[in-house]
Every structure is written in C-alpha cells, then in structure tokens.
C-alpha cells in the first residue's frame, strides 16, 4: 500500500471514529497519522484506540504514527448565579478571586497568575474572542475592565490573554500525568499546548527522556514572536490558528502561517497546518469552495501536514474529509505551479556532509531517469534533510527502528520501509531496491538513488551516495562482494 501524495494527512480520532472498523476505514482513505485529543476522552479511550491502531500497522505492514495532543491550562471564568449575562458595548465588569457566582458585575477569574501578567491597557477576550474587554485598572487579584465587544458571558468560558506572556508553565499537573500516560502507552509524537517560549518546550522534551518527539502548537503571539528559539528546541511544530485567529487580527494569521511553514521546511522539521480546515464537513458531506482552498494553500506553501480535528473526531462524514483532503492534496501535486512554487521556495544548505548528499540526490533524481530516493536512517535526520528538499521523486525512508519510522510518517513525501539491521553498504542497495520494487515505486528496468551511512547504525554517518539499478542481476554484476 502506498500513497499517491506527498503531503500527509492527520486524523484526529473520537467519539466518531473509535470502532477497528472506522479507523481501518480512514487510514485505507489516507490517513497517515492519529491524533489522540488529551483534552477528551479518558485513559482507558486512549489506550483502547492505541491498541486499535497498532493492530491496523500490523495487519498492513505499515508504519503508522500516533500522536497525543496535550491540553495545556485552559482559563476559565467561574459560574454565574444565573448562568449567563449579558454585556454591553462600554459596560464595566470586574474580574476577580472571589469565588462566589459571578453577577452582572463581576465573575470569579481564579487565575491569579493572569493578574500578576496584566497591565492597564491589556485585553481580555472571552469565549474565543467573541468578548472583548481592556483593563482600566488591575492588582493582584482583580482587573477592572470595560467592555469593548458585548455578548453573552456564561459558565466556565475561556479566556485569553493575548498581549502578555503569562507566567504560567505549558504543562498543568493533568499535562504531567497525560503526557506520562502517552510515553508509557507508546506514542511516537507529543503536542504541546499553550507554548510561549522555549523552555515549555525543553521541560516537555525531559519529562519525555525521547520516548517521544516534541511537537509545539503554535496558538499564542508569544509563541509568534519567540518563533525562532521554540522551533530550534522542537522535533516539529503545529500552527494552531484556531487560537492565533483569536488572539491575533484574523488577517495576520495567513501570512504568519506563510512564514512559519517555510521556517519549519529550512530547518528540516515537520510541520502541521490545524484547525478549521473542512470544519463545515462535521455536518456536510461536501466541503466548501473557501475550505478547500484553505487545504489547497496550506499544501502550495509547502506543509508537511494538514489536520482534521472534530471533522474526524466527531462529525458525521469523517472517511468523506479524510478523502476530500486525499483528492485535494493529489490535485495541487499534480499542478505544474506546485513544482514551480516548491521549488522557487527551496533554500541552499550546505553545512555538512549530509546536505551536500542530499542536495545531490535530488539533483541527480531529477537530471536523471530515477524512480526514487532510497535514504538509510537511524535518527530520521537523514530522510527530513530529503524531504526538505521536497524532490520530484518519492522518499523511501528506511530504518530498522520502529520508533524512527512511526516518527518519519509524520515528514512530507515519506514511504517508510522497515528494514533488518545491516552491516553493508551491499545490504542496504539490495534492501532499497526490492522495497522500490515490492511497493511499486520501480520495476527492474529503473534505477533508485541510495544513501546510507558507513558505519551503520550510528546516527549521523550519512556518508554514501549510490544509483543503484532494480534489477539485482546487475547489482551483483557491478559489486560481486
């Protein structure tokens, strides 16, 4: 089995989608990579779809990755006395400690890390920015606003702070035990919430000890602003623009998306475009026009990934999305401005041996007559530095490592391959050409490019470059040994 697209396609799985039968059914539609929602669900879900889809990878041979979706703190106001108000444009309304029902006055926001943060002039936004209000005067338990956008506040609705960074940790005590939970169940990908600076990310990654790579969610202006130092310290990253639209002016998210996408492809590590992509799907088998096109950009800028969030969790068509975004992803790959976009946003890297092999790999790949590019990995560096330069041909990443090849699912243009442990250069040409074979990428009259490193099984050795031709006669006829 083999995907006819290079972009991979996250579902996110839930109440909809939690029988063998339906996630069978979404990973043959395309599916690549699972996302466990931490935020709903117990324990005993999780582990119960877990088990589900590694039952699936063994019944098709196929690597298939897992990805848990840490909730971060959410802020809340408190309850109302009577459970909803009403607010007015100029209206004055308090925040505070006190955790008596809240009234047409005031409501308990028990937070009292978000005072510490606030100055006069901050906004509040509440139930995701439908809500708006400016501090007019603040302390540490209190912030007296006015009401800038009226609505109706209720029980328990979110609140964000957007133009402050909070002195809050990206992990709450339920993160800790989720994200334990998801490293002993065996994950390969953990998603953090609510990152505002690189050191959510490095406490995340030691609590995981590498059991797990670190994907950031990029949902907070902070995180925008300290970009550069969050993606250095993360595995990937996942633009999260459902709360960067609230946060943020909704029309300086798309090219903040732009920028973000294309850092991501420079540094070589995976990233996720999320939220609303087919959103009107969760009720509709057909998307629209707008939708797809949103799916379309995120694939044109060159995304490793697009995600489906309640329109596979919870919506009434989720094998519809799931093919939908397939149909929209083989579409735009098969347009010649794709190519021409791709590749007029690819960057020069040359900084070790590893990139001048790979650079040249896709060069010859696409000066040449080769099916495909055959990388050897123990890390996975290796194939994000191909997929990096997003070639013409397929990636077909191989690796003895489980871990390693779950993880790789996650990279755009990889069909991973696992492979016996080797101890020749030999070893690795025939194993590439009867995977190019075995999984029609090639037959016995094309050639593939291998790369490898010597020694192997030690990261970072990538060192050996070959075209080997597919038809193993001629691979022993030119390497007798």
Not at 14 to 28: N, V
Request: proline share 6%; glycine share 6%.
């Amino acid at each position: 089995m083999r995907r006819h697209r290079n972009v991979k396609i996250v579902a996110t799985l839930g109440p909809a989608s939690s029988s063998k039968k339906m996630i069978r059914a979404l990973f043959d539609a395309g599916a690549d990579v699972f996302r466990l929602n931490m935020s709903h669900g117990s324990h005993d879900d999780h582990r119960a779809r877990h088990a589900t889809i590694r039952e699936i990878e063994a019944e098709t041979g196929r690597p298939i990755a897992i990805l848990a979706d840490l909730q971060g703190p959410k802020l809340r106001v408190g309850p109302f006395t009577a459970g909803a108000h009403d607010m007015e444009e100029g209206d004055s309304f308090r925040f505070d400690l006190d955790d008596a029902p809240g009234d047409s006055r005031r409501v308990q926001l028990p937070h009292p890390e978000i005072f510490a943060a606030l100055e006069k002039g901050s906004e509040l936004l509440v139930n995701d920015g439908k809500i708006r209000l400016t501090v007019r005067d603040c302390g540490p338990d209190f912030a007296e606003c006015t009401v800038t956008v009226g609505g109706t506040i209720s029980d328990r609705k979110g609140v964000n702070v957007p133009d402050v960074v909070l002195p809050l940790a990206a992990l709450s005590d339920k993160d800790r035990a989720d994200l334990e939970f998801a490293c002993e169940l065996g994950v390969d990908w953990l998603a953090l919430s609510f990152v505002q600076r690189a050191e959510d990310v490095e406490e995340a990654k030691r609590l995981a000890q590498g059991r797990a790579a670190v994907l950031s969610k990029i949902e907070k202006p902070s995180a925008v602003r300290a970009f550069d130092e969050i993606l250095r310290a993360s595995d990937g990253i996942m633009v999260a623009r459902g709360d960067l639209g609230v946060e943020l002016p909704v029309h300086s998210v798309p090219p903040i998306q732009k920028r973000l996408v294309r850092l991501c492809r420079a540094a070589a590590k995976p990233v996720i475009v999320a939220t609303q992509m087919l959103e009107s799907m969760i009720e509709s088998p057909m998307p629209t026009r707008a939708e797809v096109s949103d799916v379309a950009n995120a694939i044109y800028e060159g995304a490793d990934a697009v995600m489906l969030s309640a329109e596979s969790a919870a919506g009434q068509y989720p094998i519809e999305a799931v093919t939908t975004m397939d149909n929209v992803a083989r579409s735009v790959e098969a347009d010649p401005n794709y190519r021409a976009i791709i590749e007029a946003a690819r960057a020069a890297k040359l900084h070790s041996i590893a990139d001048a092999i790979v650079t040249a790999a896709r060069e010859i790949a696409e000066t040449t007559d080769i099916a495909a590019i055959c990388a050897f990995s123990q890390s996975g560096t290796t194939v994000s530095l191909v997929a990096r330069e997003r070639p013409r041909v397929p990636i077909l990443a191989m690796s003895p490592v489980d871990t390693v090849l779950r993880r790789m699912c996650l990279t755009w243009g990889t069909h991973c391959v696992k492979t016996p442990r080797l101890s020749r250069f030999k070893e690795a040409v025939v194993n590439a050409t009867r995977a190019a074979r075995d999984f029609g990428f090639a037959d016995e009259t094309r050639q593939v490019v291998v790369m490898a490193g010597v020694p192997f099984n030690v990261p970072g050795t990538t060192n050996i470059l070959r075209i080997a031709p597919c038809d193993e006669r001629l691979i022993y006829a030119t390497d007798p040994e």
